[in-house]
């Protein structure tokens, strides 16, 4: 699993960009407007990515 721009993407709308990581610990999506601490959003991103990944392999 490639974690490239988890910290960057936001967890509801999907935007990648290195605007919407404000400082080391602020989110803030520049398109949809979702804010969180910014490890908890690429934490839900890393989680969200291994699980499909676990979906495609179990089939």
Known sequence: MNARYTSQRC???GHVAKENRLTQAKFLCV???H???A???A???ILR???ALQAATAS
């Open 35 to 37: 804010a969180a601490h």
């Open 11 to 13: 967890a509801e709308c």
């Open 43 to 45: 934490a839900i991103n």
């Open 31 to 33: 398109t949809c407007g």
């Open 39 to 41: 490890d908890v959003n």
């Open 49 to 51: 990515a291994g699980l």
